[in-house]
């Protein structure tokens, strides 16, 4: 065989395997189509096969009021939904965890049949039914089930959850009352279990129509609802405006002594107005009123151990006194403010101390039985003097109490009906009654005041009324007392005028004991003077109910060459119808007048407060008018205590005895 007969076997192989190939996908493509076609056959058949069955059945998934009903018939959803009537039992739900159970036979219920049913299976695409795999229809057919009103009605009217003798109503949240520690808070309101019958039946007819199982009347919104609640913002602004003053703290101090004003009582004195709280100004001015009462000394009586070791009871202007209407004014600013506070209250005079004894250890001791006086200086005695007061026969009896020293003066003149007498030191305390040296006398104490005293003041040795003058301020306590059993039937011999060879601030013992006939004083260890005991008891207010209110006292200068000392505290009209004070302006009664010495007598116009001549100031009081008046000015009248006092009683025509 040739090469290319060799070469041409090859080839032909190859052409007839390729052939053979072809026919064979050919014949396995034309069996794919056959069973392609037979498929779709199949899945059409399938497909219109499964389509007939929804021809009176409903659709994949539809529902029909809640009701899965697919392929079921319309007979056979009549018959459900006609079994689920007659076993119906509606379970609510009640707060608190209860329960009650109503039946379809207890409310009439029954089915009701309009054709719907069938209406849905006849207007519906059976041939759709692959739309609806995933999701069919859903259709709500309210006249499928109906019941009996007036038995539901009266269903529900039965229920125990409907009794109104054990439901409970709301309770609206309120503020409380004052709670000690707290003040005031928000009671939360109460929900109660009372309910809407209203809206318990249509919460019912719902679930009836729905054939649903459960109803739950709290979700639902039948119970009855408290009006106010806790986040109510008016209620939160009532609690806080009431706390802002409840919740202050005030503590008074008087002394070792403490006040403490809370809630407990600032409480009682808040008033509401159109949703606005204030405080009641009248509670508030009787709390200072109560404090008054009990802290103020002034016009009270005390006990005091004199220095004869005995104890009398006293009473004057002397002593603390609260400026109720200024003290009033400030305890509201302070509540108004919303804060805690330590305070002192505003006083309209002030005395030496709060513990213990009000006058202190610094005061000056005026037996007017005895005629004799003490001058203790921080409970050291520094001075001891007979005196001579006011004329007895003639009616210028010198008043027991207790006073304050309202000024120091050098050089003035005293004036009263037909005399006028200079006087080196003028210390006034009661009106127009004071302390003065008196030129006139050689002798002091004793029985002298009877018949030949003064016109009611203290008549004192030259030395005496110097060293006093040395040491008093204004406002200074002085205790004037009677004590049966001092008297002392012999003066001593001591001069009004300055002696020579006494030195300045020398301690003068002029007239210092008492006649052998008068019992001694007690004499204090170490110089110190005896302490008077705590009153017994309190003192009643003076006549009336009312204190006596002191007028404010005016400091009177003593002119071109004198010097006035400064105020402290003067009082107004006291026990037995004392003067008010200097300074009174316009027409004044009297007689008595402090006027400035002569050009070449006066002193320089500040003074050191101890040494020669000198004179201390004293502390003014708060609140105290201090105004110059011109002594020259005052009248000159019958029965005046003094320079610019008023007269104001018949048994106390003081002012300085004139021999």
């Not at 189509?33 to 409903?58: E, H, M, N, P, R």
């Not at 309210?142 to 539901?152: K, S």
């Not at 002091?444 to 009324?465: D, L, Q, R, V, W």
Request: with cysteine.
């Amino acid at each position: 065989m040739s090469e290319n007969e060799k070469q041409r076997v090859p080839r032909s192989r190859s052409r007839l395997a390729f052939q053979e190939r072809k026919q064979e996908q050919k014949k396995r493509a034309q069996a794919a189509a056959v069973i392609g076609l037979f498929a779709a056959a199949l899945c059409i058949g399938l497909y219109v096969y499964k389509a007939q069955g929804f021809s009176d059945t409903y659709l994949p998934h539809t529902v029909v009021n809640g009701i899965e009903v697919s392929g079921k018939t319309a007979e056979e959803v009549k018959s459900l939904i006609g079994q689920g009537v007659k076993e119906y039992r509606l379970e609510l739900a009640l707060r608190g965890g209860e329960k009650e159970t109503l039946t379809g036979e207890e409310i009439g219920l029954h089915t009701v049949f309009d054709g719907s049913l069938e209406e849905i299976i006849h207007q519906q695409n059976p041939y759709a039914w692959p739309r609806y795999l995933l999701k069919g229809p859903d259709y709500d057919i309210r006249t499928m089930i109906d019941y009996d009103g007036e038995m539901l009605r009266e269903r529900i009217k039965n229920l125990s959850c409907m009794d109104g003798e054990t439901a409970v109503p709301p309770a609206d949240a309120y503020l409380s009352d004052y709670i000690q520690g707290q003040g005031y808070v928000i009671v939360p309101e109460e929900e109660g279990n009372t309910l809407n019958e209203g809206l318990v039946e249509q919460a019912v007819v719902r679930g009836v129509k729905d054939l649903s199982a459960t109803v739950d009347l709290e979700q639902e919104g039948c119970y009855l609802e408290p009006a106010v609640r806790s986040e109510d913002e008016g209620l939160r602004a009532a609690r806080d405006a009431r706390n802002h003053y409840v919740n202050a703290v005030i503590t008074y101090i008087f002394g070792s002594s403490r006040e403490v004003l809370d809630g407990s009582r600032i409480h009682q004195w808040l008033i509401t107005e159109g949703g606005q709280v204030s405080l009641d100004d009248s509670r508030i001015s009787e709390y200072v009123k109560e404090l008054a009462a009990k802290y103020n000394t002034a016009y009270k009586k005390r006990s005091f151990r004199t220095s004869y070791g005995q104890s009398v009871e006293v009473s004057g202007v002397y002593g603390w006194r609260i400026d109720q209407a200024e003290e009033a004014k400030a305890l509201k600013a302070a509540l108004e403010a919303g804060e805690s506070s330590e305070r002192e209250p505003v006083y309209a005079q002030k005395a030496a101390s709060h513990d213990g004894n009000d006058y202190g250890t610094t005061y000056a001791e005026v037996n007017l039985t005895a005629q004799h006086l003490f001058f203790y200086k921080d409970g050291e005695k520094i001075l001891e003097s007979d005196f001579v007061s006011g004329n007895v026969s003639r009616g210028h009896t010198t008043p027991p109490g207790l006073f304050s020293l309202t000024y120091k003066q050098r050089d003035a003149v005293l004036r009263g009906e037909g005399y006028a007498t200079p006087v080196k030191f003028w210390m006034p305390f009661n009106g127009g009654i004071g302390f003065h040296d008196a030129s006139w006398r050689s002798s002091f104490g004793g029985s002298i005041y009877k018949t030949s005293g003064s016109h009611g003041c203290i008549n004192m040795p030259y030395e005496a009324a110097k060293t006093l003058f040395e040491h008093v301020y204004a406002g200074m306590p002085v205790i004037c007392y009677n004590l049966s059993g001092t008297e002392s039937g012999k003066a001593s011999q001591a001069s009004g005028k300055a002696s020579a060879g006494t030195g300045a601030g020398k301690t003068s013992q002029s007239g210092a004991q008492p006649a052998s006939s008068v019992p001694q004083p007690a004499a204090p260890q170490g110089g110190q003077a005896a302490q008077p005991t705590a009153p017994a008891a309190q003192p009643a207010v003076p006549e009336g109910g009312q204190q006596v209110q002191p007028a404010a006292p005016v400091v009177q200068p003593a002119g071109s060459g004198g010097q006035t000392g400064a105020l402290g505290t003067q009082p107004g009209a006291a026990e037995g119808g004392q003067a008010a004070g200097p300074g009174v302006t316009g027409a004044v009664q009297g007689s008595q007048q402090v006027e400035p010495a002569k050009p070449e007598e006066t002193q320089p116009s500040s003074q050191p407060s101890e040494g020669s001549g000198g004179q201390a100031s004293g502390v003014l009081t708060p609140g105290v008018t201090i105004a110059p008046v011109d002594n020259s000015k005052a009248s000159n009248g019958p029965g005046s205590y003094g320079p610019a006092f008023q007269n104001s009683g018949p048994t106390e025509k003081a002012g300085p005895g004139v021999p």
